[in-house]
Nanobody, 122 residues
Framework: VQLQASGGGLVQAGASLRLSCTASGLTVSGANIGWFHQAPGKEREFVGGITRDANTVYADSVKGRFTIFRDNAKNTVYLQMNNLEPEDTAIYSC?????????????????WGQGTQVTVSS
């Protein structure tokens, strides 16, 4: 199983980015996918996730700004980030869990992809 996050970049505050998490060896519609970010000097934090039933959950810090959705045909999960803030600057990674739900901790995710850097300037 491989997960690949992409779509990061350098943007100004208020801009939008769409990150992709493309899977191989795993069907995203049959798994629960979580997005996490890690800022310099900080621990990895939960951003949001989507269950196999397409239910979504979000961290309070991103509710109303970020949306997670998936394209089953492309076997890809997306993280649409709007109204970005400098505090969103981090490396963003996706992870897959074959068990129930999308835990808000890193424990319980079986597969992790390499992250993509998001930098938001003020």
């Amino acid at each position: 199983v491989q997960l690949q996050a992409s779509g990061g970049g350098l943007v100004q505050a208020g801009a939008s980015l769409r990150l992709s998490c493309t899977a191989s060896g795993l069907t995203v519609s049959g798994a629960n996918i979580g997005w996490f970010h890690q800022a310099p000097g900080k621990e990895r934090e939960f951003v949001g996730g989507i269950t196999r039933d397409a239910n979504t959950v979000y961290a309070d810090s991103v509710k109303g700004r970020f949306t997670i959705f998936r394209d089953n045909a492309k076997n890809t999960v997306y993280l649409q980030m709007n109204n970005l803030e400098p505090e969103d600057t981090a490396i963003y990674s996706c992870a897959a869990r074959v068990g129930f739900g999308v835990p808000r901790t890193t424990i319980g995710y079986s597969y992790w992809g390499q992250g993509t850097q998001v930098t938001v300037s003020s």
